[in-house]
């Protein structure tokens, strides 16, 4: 089975809504010269979103918020829920980043109740895993990522699974400079989607699309995309400059 690759960038609390339309206007200016059937995706910050979906508008770039709740309205101060965003014509949304779970609380269980009430609407969640340095260096990486996936997937039915799109982020290798090597990264993206065969079968995990993040830059992508097993990349510092997120995506293919 063919998986459409998928070139995302995590915008992080970067861009205002202004900076965001130039940023998106270059993007598909750039793209427009060239050849990819990649999907492209751009996650603002919520504030920005409104902004990003009218400048994304006849290009082939897609929208995604960084985070969705898990109730539709209520009192929840702060918190945005998956309804509003799809009011505003965003397609996918982040869930679990680890910047989300190490800095504020975020944990399973949380990220579990967001998947499951953004999968009873239409968004794409982007549901994000990986491992801290020091799970790495002790030999657990496997155990961590696999214990993510139970918990942040528990109860979703296997036929709303097949919506989902993975992301491998190893937290040592965000904003650091620091990358997986694509064997690294490949060997825990098989792992990944072992897991996700035994959890929801074996078409699913087949059909799953499974992303790379960590350090992403144009010099590197070409050699991670190498790998089968590495369906596209969700990338942070290089997707805020449409040169470089550009090159990437021409990479990705
Ligand atoms: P960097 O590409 O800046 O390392 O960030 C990765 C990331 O966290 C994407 O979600």
Redesign the pocket.
Known sequence: MSRRRVA?G?W?MNKTAGETRTLIRDLGNKLKGIEHGCEVLVCPPFVALETAVDAAKGTVIEVGAQNASWQKSGALTGEVSPEMLEYLGVTHV?LG???RRSIFGETDETVNARLRHVLSGSLVPIV?VGEGLADRESDRTGDVVRGQLRGSLAEVPADQADRLIL?Y?PVW?????RTASPEMAAEVHALIRGEIAAIFGDSVAEGMRVLY?????PENAAELLNEDEIDGV??????LDASSFAAIIAAVG
């Open positions: 995302a995590n992080k982040i980043h680890s910047e994000c992301a982020e290798a965000i904003g650091t400079g993040g960590g350090s992403v830059k969700l990338v942070g510092g290089a997707s």
